[in-house]
Every structure is written in structure tokens, then in C-alpha cells.
């Protein structure tokens, strides 16, 4: 090799070693520096508070249909809180004879304003009858314009009904040869029922095999302040163990 080609060959390798190796790495903020976070667009305005004066207007009215399913002589007082030209039949108003409104309920969130001072919301409903079982629930569309008396009710509509059956419940037990069972279900929750102080309710949803000689009955137990939104829930089965006489809750399910 030609001398020339040796001394240039030669000083290539001595300035590729003298490089680093691999790609050089992106610059690096200080460690004190802090990191500005990069928002975009506006944070969102938050949801206005409910107008105590339209909340009483919706609670008054649920609780007047309330009073009014307990004694119907307090109906009257329950249909002056519809607006002028505003028709429901009794059944619609305050609950089929024989049914009382145990519990109501609405989000404050749920109401929506419209024209004219107007506004609309969503409440739920639950009916007993008299034995206390709930036998039907409702959702309806409620709407609301202001009147001389404060705010009437100008429309009623239900968009939802269901009827919590208990036939249902029978069938399942006869299955399982334990109609003893639901009864006896059927009369401890009737006896809780009672007891109770203020406005309550329960449904049995089923009957259920648990084990030998055994049913599960899972129910639910509804309470609630008379006149006031909201209501408890207790989900707690009962477990039912068959005996020389019968059908007996067992202590844990109290």
C-alpha cells in the first residue's frame, strides 16, 4: 500500500475512536427547574347550586301525594298543588285504593329549566300495600311553572312503571317444595314491617336452594322519613332451614 493511503487511513481511525458511541443524548432540564404542565382549553364551570325555593316546590308536592295515600281524605290538599286544567285520576295521583306511597325520591341534578320559569325533573316512586309488601314503582316526569301559590305541578307522566310481583316467589318455592318457607319469609318481613316508625316496606324477590334442607329468599327492606326525599335500602336474605316443624329462620338472618 502506497504510503499516502496508510497515513490517511490512519488518521480516519484515530478520529472515529476518538467519537462517542451512539446517538448524543437530548439536553437535560436542570433538576430544580420545574416542569410546567400545559392545559388546554378551559376547566369546566361548575354545576350551579339547586334553587332551594324549586326543591321545596317538588318535595311539597310528593309529600302532599304521600299524605294523601296514607288517608284519602287528604286528597284535596294533594290536587291544589296542580296548575289550572291539569286532570289525574286518584290512581295516578296518590296510588291504586289500598296502596300507600312509602318512599319518593328526585337528584337535584336531575332538574332541568325551561322557558317561561319553567322546569322539569325525574322522581321515583315506591307503593306498598297494606300489608307493607312493595307491589309497584314508578318513574316519572314531573313538570313545574310558578303561580300565584308558588310553583304548580302542569304535568304529570309516568315513563316507566313496574310491578314487583310475588307470585313469582310462590312459583319458586312450590318448585322446590318449600311454600312453607316464603311464608314464613313472608310473615317475619310482615312483622318487621310493622314495627317500624316510619314509612316502610319490603319485597321478596325469590327462593333459592342453599344446601341441604335449606332455601335462600333474598329481599329487600325500604325506609324512609315521612314527607322527605330519599330512602334506606337494606339487601339482606333470609336463610331458611327446614325442622321437624317446618320452615324456621335461622338466628344469623335476623
Known sequence: MRPVMILILSTVLVVAAALPCGAPAAPR??????????????APAPAPKPDPVITRA????????QAASVDRSREPAARRLLGAGTKLDAGTLIGRPGETLVAFDFRDGGIVRLESGRFRVPVYLLFADKQGRIVESRDEALTFAGGAGGYLCTSLKATS???????????????????????????????????????????????YAAGAARVMIPCLRFTAEFGKRGYDVVDSPLIMRRGPRGYRIEPAAN
Open 29 to 42: 432540564a436542570p433538576a430544580d427547574e420545574a416542569v410546567s404542565e400545559i392545559r388546554l382549553g378551559k
Open 58 to 65: 317538588v318535595e311539597r308536592f310528593l309529600a302532599a301525594r
Open 161 to 207: 312503571v313496574m310491578s314487583w310481583d310475588f307470585s313469582e316467589a310462590v312459583k319458586s318455592a312450590d318448585r322446590l317444595r318449600a311454600r312453607d318457607a316464603v311464608e314464613r319469609g313472608n310473615e317475619f318481613l310482615l312483622d318487621w314491617a310493622r314495627r317500624q316508625t316510619r314509612p316502610a316496606g319490603y319485597s321478596i324477590e325469590d327462593v
